[in-house]
Nanobody, 118 residues
Framework: QVQLVESGGGMVQAGGSLRLSCAAS????????INWYRQGPGNQREWVAR???????NYADSVKGRFTISRDYAKNTWNLQMNSLKPEDTAVYYC????????????WGQGTQVTVSS
């Protein structure tokens, strides 16, 4: 099993920065991919960024060039550095782990609120 806990959310003015962390525990060695998703008010949950166990990263077009996903091996955390934040980035941010094989499984964190004021 894999458990996830997000932290680092908060309120910031437009143009500011926040750093979200996703702390994993359990079968960390079995994690294939960590994703960050977000769900804004009245919106569906949308994918934001991904990092694989090999370190490859991908980003949604809406955050490319502003957000950076990374892994801290020492702390067993996966981080999302968010710069140049915009009001439309306001959402609950969720960490998701795809782990295991045959079958692969998914685990979600509880979410952390990010609010960007104009």
């Amino acid at each position: 099993q894999v458990q996830l806990v997000e932290s680092g959310g908060g309120m910031v003015q437009a143009g500011g920065s926040l750093r979200l962390s996703c702390a994993a525990s359990g079968s960390i060695f079995s994690i294939n991919t960590i994703n960050w998703y977000r769900q804004g008010p009245g919106n569906q949950r949308e994918w934001v960024a991904r990092i694989t166990s090999a370190g490859s990263t991908n980003y949604a077009d809406s955050v490319k060039g502003r957000f950076t996903i990374s892994r801290d091996y020492a702390k067993n955390t996966w981080n999302l550095q968010m710069n140049s934040l915009k009001p439309e980035d306001t959402a609950v941010y969720y960490c998701n782990a795809n782990w295991g094989s045959h079958p692969q499984r998914n685990t979600w964190g509880q979410g952390t609120q990010v609010t960007v004021s104009s």
